[in-house]
């Protein structure tokens, strides 16, 4: 594995994204386990689909535009649906009280981080395109899968660290003004996000 595709790997990680947002407001709303959930579930959407890329099913599904594009729009109306309600709840501004000692099961966070990651498209895309980049066509299938790891594995270690530090700060984020600002950043953030993808063949 060569320094320039770790070089590529941090890079991607370091661009705040879908996965940043949503990891940030369940830490916020239902604390660290939610938090840490949310990011084992990208980690899980990654991992899959960095493993279809590297077997050859990624390709596949690509070149198969109703299933590629029915993933697609999936994906665009999860986002849509996650950042109305994000904006619904700015709007409004009615929240409950909530202890800040309190912490949400994994489980939730969890589902939520897999379907905003396996829903999204481009990810597949961009394994598709960065890792022949880096790995032989001849290469064995684990050198494939280990490239492939360094994505979820990475990011995954990048959004922790924020899920420490969201939760370490939650007394204060979970004040009504900061909770409405994080809601309308985030949902109009998602939305765009979805028009983004909505707008790409």
Not at 25 to 49: E, H, K, P, W
Not at 120 to 136: D, G, I, W
Not at 148 to 156: D, E, K, R, S, Y
Not at 160 to 171: E, T, W
């Amino acid at each position: 594995m060569t320094p320039a595709y770790l070089v590529v790997v941090l890079a991607v990680v370091a661009t705040p994204g879908v996965d940043v947002l949503v990891a940030l407001r369940n830490t916020v709303a239902a604390g660290r386990r939610a938090g840490f959930g949310t990011v084992l579930g990208i980690c899980a959407g990654s991992l899959v689909q960095g493993v279809l890329a590297s077997v050859g099913v990624g390709a596949l599904i690509v070149r198969v535009q109703p299933l590629f594009q029915a993933i697609k729009w999936a994906g665009v109306a999860y986002l849509v649906w996650l950042g109305v309600s994000a904006l619904r709840s700015a709007w409004a501004g009615h929240y409950a009280d909530v202890d800040d000692t309190v912490d949400a099961g994994m489980a939730k966070g969890f589902r939520t981080g897999a379907l905003t990651n396996l829903t999204n498209p481009k990810m597949l895309v961009f394994y598709l395109a960065l890792l022949p980049q880096f790995v032989e066509p001849t290469a064995p299938v684990a050198v494939w899968l280990a490239h492939a790891l360094m994505l979820p594995l990475i990011g995954g270690t990048w959004l922790a660290v924020i899920v420490l530090g969201a939760s370490k700060a939650r007394q204060t984020l979970l004040r009504r003004r900061t909770r409405r600002a994080i809601d309308a950043v985030s949902g109009v953030f998602l939305v765009g996000f979805a028009a983004k993808l909505a707008r790409e063949a």
